[in-house]
């Protein structure tokens, strides 16, 4: 069997803030069939704590970054985890990245810091009796890992890694006056190694280190070559594109499946799609919405610039004015909730917000709804545009990353020709949204072609089938070595 170390912050149903908990969440499942067995590697916040109890001692550090630690194993999904047991650093109430208030923790090197070393540790023969033949590292939170492969490697085997970038606008970005503290020696502070516009970059430490790179679409991988997606990481990016492919995130059909998803009030297939409407009348009890077989469009969301919220919020009006209604489940930025707080105040019955983290309410959303509204600026890959395809509720999304790579517009050949999935648009501005909301609904009024793209839709496979597979072949390439 292959071992390979995945390194997260966060592993659904552990701890999940969007996608990235989903994704780590799933990995072992996609590539056990491969004869890869993938453990986890995951801070020791509260929950977690509380699912592994007493777990057995992997390791006991007296001092990792200044707290004492100990790495306990366990499972998940029944599948082996490793735990960095740190109370010091992520006993905490809150988050896993900021207090309640929503401000980031401020020692978050330190914390992360400590996950890298551990990574490391255990990837490189430093802890008795582990090994591991790849470390698999996922955004900046597990970027130092690889940069501690390279720059301060344990006694024994280093195994090779592999960064996946989830999400490239979040770099873990720390001032130049904690390197010292990291324990890496003076030439990792260098252009490429751990610097990062005057200060050290994490998610940058762990691109420049690691053998190879995926992020999470081939649509994004293009992008991120680009200043306007890379986010100053365009220009290593580019010397590394042979080094980086984009491999399709999955979705987890035990989770998300309207046949058997406990979370429904009535399960269904693409031949029940009318058993759907009892799900719309849950959905518009729960919200408080009037109750009409109009269009719905739900949103679920961070609230936040990247999703295009701030557009969307301005389109509300447009939006009660053709006719839709809209539940939207989202947490996020103060200013954007109170924009929809305020929107629904104005249109009641039509408009109800659910602000707030709710995983059965946005299961119920997709399984009711009639099309999820995602008009993100940038998107990696995107989850809920795969959930909602495989619930028959229409992607309404914009054409960027993995939106464009997973959802096939409605355009009339696409029609004619039985393969469109949802609808793309080009813009996030204002015009681009209102038009793509006037094409939802024209489409919502043809009962036909809208049934057949809800058809077309639940037939595409995103499971992890394809994606576990491409996995599996870049860590067998990457252990093997340079040819
Ligand atoms: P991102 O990771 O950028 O937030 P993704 O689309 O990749 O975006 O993944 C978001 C994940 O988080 C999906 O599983 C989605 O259903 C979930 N999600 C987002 N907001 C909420 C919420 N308020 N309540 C429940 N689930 C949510």
């Known amino acids: 069997m292959m071992q390979v170390l995945s390194v997260a912050s966060e592993a659904y149903p552990l701890v999940k803030t969007g996608g990235l908990g989903d994704v780590v969440g799933a990995l072992p499942g996609a590539l056990s069939g ?17 699912h592994i109890g007493d777990a057995p001692l992997v390791h006991h550090y007296p001092n990792l970054m200044g707290a004492e630690a100990r790495i306990r194993a366990s499972y998940i999904n ?32 330190r914390r992360f810091a400590a996950l890298g070393r551990a990574a490391a540790d255990l990837a490189s023969g430093a802890i008795p009796n582990w090994r591991f033949d790849l470390l698999h590292g996922h955004d900046w939170h597990a970027g130092l890992a690889p940069a501690y492969l390279r720059y301060a490697p344990g006694p024994g085997p280093v195994a090779p890694s592999l960064m996946t970038i989830h999400n490239i606008a979040f770099p873990g970005r720390f001032d130049v006056s904690i390197f010292p503290f990291l324990g890496l020696p003076p030439r990792a502070y260098s252009i490429d190694g751990t610097e990062y516009y005057g200060g050290v970059g994490f998610l940058k430490a762990g691109l420049a280190s690691a053998r190879a790179i995926t992020t999470v679409s081939p649509g994004y991988a293009r992008e991120i070559r680009e200043p306007a ?16 492919t984009g491999i399709l995130n999955g979705i987890d059909p035990k989770i998300w499946n309207p046949q058997s998803d406990p979370a429904l009030a009535a399960r269904y297939d693409s031949h029940g799609l009318n058993l759907r409407r009892t799900n719309k009348r849950a959905i518009e009890s729960g919200f408080g919405l009037t109750q009409s077989d109009g269009p719905l469009f739900t949103v679920i969301s961070r609230l936040s610039w990247q999703k295009g919220m701030d557009v ?40 109800a917000v659910a602000l707030g983290y709710d995983e059965k309410l946005s299961h119920l959303l997709q399984g009711g709804a009639d099309a999820i509204l995602i008009p993100s600026r940038f998107e990696p890959c995107g989850l809920t545009q795969l959930y909602g395809l495989a619930y028959g509720c229409v992607p309404v999304a914009a054409r960027t990353g993995g939106l464009s790579d997973t959802i096939i517009d409605a355009n009339e050949a696409a029609l004619a020709q039985g393969v469109a999935t949802g609808i793309l648009f080009d813009s996030v501005t204002s015009e681009g949204v209102a038009n793509a909301l006037q094409r939802a609904v024209s489409l919502y009024a043809r009962p036909d072609a809208w049934s057949r793209l809800q058809v077309q839709g639940m037939a595409a496979d995103f499971s992890w089938h394809q994606s576990g597979a491409r996995y599996a072949e870049l860590y067998a390439k990457l252990i093997r070595g340079p040819a």
């Open 34 to 50: 491969h004869g890869i067995t993938v453990t986890t590697l995951m801070p020791g916040y509260p929950a977690v704590r509380a």
């Open 229 to 244: 997606f890379g986010m100053g990481l365009e220009g290593l990016i580019r010397t590394r594109s042979g080094d980086l």
């Open 78 to 109: 029944g599948f082996p985890l490793l735990v960095l047991d740190a109370p010091a650093l992520f006993q905490r109430d809150g988050g896993p990245y900021g207090d309640r208030s929503g401000a980031d923790w401020p020692d978050n090197w």
């Open 312 to 351: 969307l919020a301005e389109q509300l009006d447009t939006l009660v004015a053709l006719g839709g209604r809209l539940a939207l489940l989202g947490t996020g930025e103060a200013a954007l909730e109170a924009k929809f707080r305020a929107a629904a105040s104005r249109h009641p019955g039509r408009i």
